[in-house]
């Protein structure tokens, strides 16, 4: 431990003493905290089992950035790498695409077998794995429609896809001793104003009901259902919209996934967590940051990441919170948009595990609003940054931004060593 850190870090722990707050206590409920990394942003969202396919479901992918993974090896090298420079230990989030396999399977056959080259991986590092099912990129998802298509064989289809998905994610649970949160989006929506919006809605529900039907062992999977406001060609109607999941997972016992992306400009997800699991048992956060729309920008530390990492404290929600993470940034280093997203994610919840909560309550409570809004803002300026140090070199990982010289000889080493279909979007 350098002697400056370390004398930074007992200075600082003074200071949030004199507010009654633990700062090793902090620390280790930090250390406790799992971040799900999205595999997604390692390859641009292609996947390895339909690779000619071009991203469809109304999202969208800027930038061509070179060096993204383009076979399962190379996506394990680079999670290992980031995973390297991040505090803590960690899950990783797979979607069914990203299945390890020179089979030549659809998504309705995959089997936990086509997965064993990650779940092997995930073992040997003690990492936990989340799982989702892809409805999307696929030319049965070509018109906009899965689970809520008109034509039944179609939604046949997605339906066994998703039943698939959940036994993988149950083995997945099973093998790595942590269950596997399953979170289902889906994009089927209509660009214009449509005439019924009942149909579809009512396909849907009775689609995910069959789905869930089948027994699943709740101990390794946790299903999760994803709400969203629009997307590319969905702009007018969304058959999951967020009052429908919110119907559907609070009847069926599912955990709902909130999207920091997919609401109104000006609503945010951190004024819905204590709303939600008020009468949830566990929600799935896809930490994002939404620019203009939902553009899927890489984490920053700004006001509503601290927000949600407050509520998230502060209401002891975190026991029954899932954070996974989910952006595409093809514009930056894919290594480099994960290590920022995660470190912020982590620095936010440690600046709210550092705020002196009982004292803020207590003001509050005696309506001394003065004191609380001086307080709160006078915390901003506090020294986390040294615990946040202190946090990284105790835990192995660069300190400060060391971290992004690493990042720069992998780029070097590995990343521009790539063939050029790495630097292509299609
Ligand atoms: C899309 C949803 C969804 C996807 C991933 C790839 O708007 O946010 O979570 O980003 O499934
Ligand atoms: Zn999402």
Redesign the pocket.
Known sequence: MSEANEQAYREAKKLYAKHGVDVDAALEKLAGIKISL?C?QGDD?KGFLFRDKTLS???AVTGSYPGRASTPGELRADLDKALSLIPGKHKVNL?AIYADTDENVDLDRLEPRHFRGWIDWAKERGLGLDF?PTLFSHPKAEDGFTLSHTDPEIRKFWIDHCKASRRIAETFGRELGQPCVT?H?M?DGFKDTPVDRWSPRARLRDSLDEIFAEPIDEACNIDAV?S?LF?IGSESYVVGSHEFYMGYAMSRGKAI?L?A??FHPTEVISNKLSSILMFTDQLLL?V?RPVRW?S?HVVTMDDELLEIARELVRGDLLPRTHIGL?F?DGSINHIAAWVIGVRNTQKALLRALLEPIEQLKQIEAEKDYTSRLALVEEFKSYPFGAVWDYFCEQSGVPVREDWLNEVKTYEKEVLQKRGQESGVLQ
């Open positions: 999205h997604w969202v479901g109304g999202i979607h989702n979170n989006w994009p994803e969203k997307g996934c999207d992306g997919h896809h994002s939902d899927d989910d595409f």
